[in-house]
């Protein structure tokens, strides 16, 4: 038997792909040395950023006398089919601690009852209200408003997806800056103020970007987040490691060097003549906020203006995450056809001249390491597997490229939730730092490896389906985290995090 297969070990390796296969396993050894060099580097910059913020803005965020001087704010809330949580994500703005803004939420042809949800719980009412259309959006059925609640507004329109709602939405406001927030998505009070302190400290400010974190697991009452837990299902807990490495050393490194390509849709404020002069939201993409952030740079850099779009690491929006792989791996996907749609549609500001650093440095790594590495990484496994299977790799040499793989990826979320502990501390107890760590660990037994397999997916249906428009993502929502005052534990009134979550807890 064994010179049967040292015969056909033989012959494979003169089968030309093989051999090609063979080659590769060394250009797949340097992109992942590589890969993880880049995740390093971007790791040490953001924590040596994030010990810097703390330094100078643990003890007061902003100055009591500076409030009054805070620039109003529209709040635009889109959303389509959110009856579960639109009602309490708009008393959790409600509750915002901010001297002037408005609650625009944009029914954008919900077929639930998103619509009569808001109109029961803060007694809306048709109005007629003049509608400038400075961007193109699909039909404004009516606008509605409260009298209980002023700044509250509901534009209910026919479907046209995320970015047609929130073009709508930049059509009704009033304010100059606007802040988009997830119908699924808990504001704390404190969060707006702080994501638009960068307008008040820097004149060349024209987006401000805050942390989103996982909801699941946590206790929301009447709109308020009284209590700070772990998801106790592992497919959420995941993800908020995810949400850690993503947030706090992704972007939080990007953002010194005025190269930052992404702030969160579900979390991000924009002044909006900036964002209207340049078309507003595009329509043919999943991944509309990527794409607004990547236009806002191409098209200021060409204006050679002089701006800043940056990354505040403790303005945090609680969002709930899928629970179930059929609605992550739908997210997952079409985040990755998004960011493809984004880079190919901008690729002119890669390597121009007049890039500065997210032309020539986050623009490139987004291309090769966020793009291509799906791809690479998927192959780069079955390459390696295959190759060991065949005895053309030794086994010794797998299996050293494969603990050199988990072990980085393992030392990548440890440093995340080390980071969170010894910054902003929102998981206080011993029980949720010893949850966290082993989050940290297992997520790199298989949940990466799939999480790529999907981005690889993504990946091929963006270059299977270029140029076709795309609706709302359907992602299924439990709710379970929120309660109505009457119906929450009492003994978790006790457990609200403190008033300024990024002080070191007594």
């Not at 993800?239 to 992704?250: D, I, N, S």
């Not at 609706?471 to 003994?491: C, M, V, Y």
Request: hydrophobic content about 45%; glycine content about 6%.
């Amino acid at each position: 038997m064994n010179e049967y297969w040292h015969l056909i070990v033989s012959y494979l390796q003169q089968v030309p792909w093989i051999r090609l296969m063979v080659s590769l396993q060394w250009v797949f050894i340097a992109y992942f040395a590589a890969i993880n060099i880049a995740y390093l580097v971007l790791n040490y910059v953001s924590a040596f950023q994030i010990v810097r913020y703390m330094r100078e803005y643990r003890a007061n965020y902003l100055p009591k006398g500076l409030r009054e001087y805070q620039p109003p704010v529209s709040i635009i809330l889109p959303a389509h089919n959110e009856e579960k949580s639109v009602v309490s994500s708009v008393r959790s703005l409600l509750k915002t601690v901010y001297p002037e803004y408005e609650v625009v939420v944009v029914n954008d042809g919900s077929t639930d009852a998103t619509r009569q949800a808001l109109i029961d719980a803060f007694g809306l009412v048709k109005v007629p209200e003049a509608y400038r259309c400075r961007l193109k959006t699909e039909p404004v059925h009516a606008v509605y408003a409260s009298a209980r609640f002023p700044n509250v507004r509901l534009v209910d329109k026919a479907n046209g997806g995320k970015a047609d709602a929130i073009n709508a939405g930049l059509n009704c406001v009033r304010y100059p800056l606007f802040c988009v927030i997830d119908a699924d998505s808990i504001l704390q009070p404190e969060s707006l103020s702080r994501v638009v302190r960068p307008f008040l400290e820097d004149g060349r400010v024209v987006a401000s970007g805050g942390v989103v974190r996982v909801l699941n697991g946590c206790t929301v009452k009447d709109g308020m987040l009284s209590k700070v837990g772990l998801p106790s299902r592992m497919l959420p807990g995941f993800q908020l490691v995810e949400y850690l490495r993503a947030f706090l050393f992704g972007r939080m490194g990007w953002s010194p060097a005025n190269a930052l390509l992404i702030i969160s849709g579900a979390f991000g404020v924009f002044y909006k003549e900036r964002v209207i002069a340049i078309g507003g939201y595009r329509l043919n993409t999943v991944g509309e906020d990527m794409d607004l952030v990547v236009r806002l740079h191409r098209n200021l850099r060409e204006e050679k203006r002089d701006y800043r779009i940056v990354f505040v690491p403790d303005p945090v929006c609680w969002t709930e995450a899928p629970t179930d792989l059929r609605s992550l791996k739908s997210q997952r996907v079409r985040w990755q056809q998004g960011l493809a749609e984004s880079l190919w549609s901008n690729m002119a500001l890669m390597f121009n001249r007049r890039g500065g650093a997210v032309g020539w440095i986050a623009f490139p790594f987004m291309v090769i390491f966020e793009f291509l590495g799906p791809l690479i990484e998927v192959i780069g496994y079955v390459t390696m597997i295959v190759l060991a299977l065949l005895g053309l790799v030794p086994l010794e040499t797998f299996l050293v490229f494969l603990a050199a793989a988990i072990g980085m990826g393992i030392l990548l979320s440890v440093n995340a939730m080390v980071l969170e502990e010894l910054s902003f501390r929102l998981y206080q107890r011993p029980t949720q730092q010893l949850k966290l760590f082993l989050l940290a660990v297992l997520e790199n037994f298989g949940y990466r490896q799939i999480n790529s397999w999907w981005r690889f997916v993504g990946t091929l249906r963006w270059l299977l389906s270029r140029g076709k428009v795309r609706n709302w993502g359907r992602i299924s929502r439990d709710g379970s985290w929120q309660h109505t005052l009457e119906d929450a534990p009492d003994k978790e009134a006790a457990e609200m995090p403190p008033a300024s979550y990024g002080s070191t807890p007594k």
